[in-house]
């Protein structure tokens, strides 16, 4: 099937109500296509693992309808040069593939790469103080060096900060969208979305592009935020917000947590120091401190010691891991197991072999880079 056909049954099949991300996947895994799915009658789609009559019916009924959303929103991408991305494709975020519930297509404005060495989300409270949007500043600063992607969802307050500090300092950043791509919302950041879009990054959503930004889309919008990222940064966070919804989700994936300590008094605060109180998210007032516990090193502090590997005490797959990790540094696993070919299971004996010979360490996130 040609990608222009696999994109178009993509949408299709997305729209259908009740089959959501993971439900689209188990179709998928069945079918081997979106396409193939709309040819398949009710019987043949009720006998799947927890699929059911209902979803059959839905697909059924809706499908004439989901065909032509799928047409329209075609015409919408032509004529708006907006980006596709379908999982198969290179530049989809590899990190968000491996979460359970991922986006089977995302729809982006602008030129970023997905998949750099390092991802950041920085979240916190649309009522940010001079405080919080300090720390946004300082933290982007000291993380500059390290070539970050800044992640953050293009809303007012500390996503604001955290967008143009990124800017400012000449790093990519993308702003998940908790709406289709017709819209920029909240209209004060259309300028900065545009920013973005022409120079250093730009917007990206799962959403239709006459999704309107509904308050039940944005707890969605998080778990993007937080499945992109290696590391999320709740800068300033009231008790309740968006922020903790996306460190919750992000503690969920296994993602690193940091958040800013705040006086013990302050509302704008509160919910980093119960994020702290509760160890969800480690302590930290730099982005040094991010930094190392993360073991990112810059460019000017690399240094080589692969050299001191012996050869003759590897066998295939281990000599095969260990030129992956030569060739890209810190490697998360789930990335060494698409590049290598490799079953989770054989994976992990393969790099647990290799850590007991002192050749590779393990770092937070489930990355691992030669010692």
Known sequence: ???????????ALS????????????????????????????????KI??????????????????????????QFIEKNHIVTLLQSDENYPTRLKHCPDAPPILFARGEFSSNPPHCVAIVGTRRCTQYGTKMVKEIVEELAPYHILVISGLAEGIDTAAHQAALDNHLSTIGVLGHGLRYIFPASNKKLAKTMIDNQGGVLTEFLS???????????????????????????????GGALITADIGFSYDRDIFAFPGKAHDSA?????????????????????????????????????????????????????????????????????????????????????????????????KRYHIT
């Open 269 to 365: 605060s509160e919910g980093c120091n119960n994020l702290i109180k509760q160890n969800k998210a480690a302590l930290i007032t730099s982005g040094q401190d991010v930094a190392a516990m993360m073991n990112w090193t810059n460019d000017n502090k690399k240094t080589t010691t692969t050299a001191t590997i012996r050869t003759f005490d590897l066998n295939n797959e281990e000599s095969k891991i260990i030129n992956i990790l030569q060739e890209r540094g810190e490697v998360n696993i789930d990335d060494i197991s698409e590049i290598s070919g490799m079953d989770a299971l054989t994976l992990s004996s393969i790099l647990l072999t290799l850590e007991f010979k002192g050749y590779i360490e393990c770092l937070p996130g």
């Open 49 to 74: 693992d927890r699929v059911g009559e209902f979803l059959a019916n839905n697909i059924l009924k809706e499908k004439t309808d989901a065909l032509k959303k799928a047409e329209e929103e075609m």
């Open 210 to 240: 006459n999704t309107p930004g509904d308050a039940f889309n944005f707890p969605r919008r998080n778990r993007i935020i937080a499945g992109m990222a290696d590391a999320i940064i709740v800068a300033e966070a009231h008790k309740k």
């Open 1 to 11: 099937m040609d990608r222009q056909s696999e994109i178009y049954y993509t949408i």
């Open 15 to 46: 729209s259908i109500s009740s089959v959501g991300n993971v439900g689209f996947q188990r179709l998928i895994n069945v079918f081997g296509s979106a396409e193939n799915v709309f040819k398949a009658d009710k019987k043949q789609i009720t």
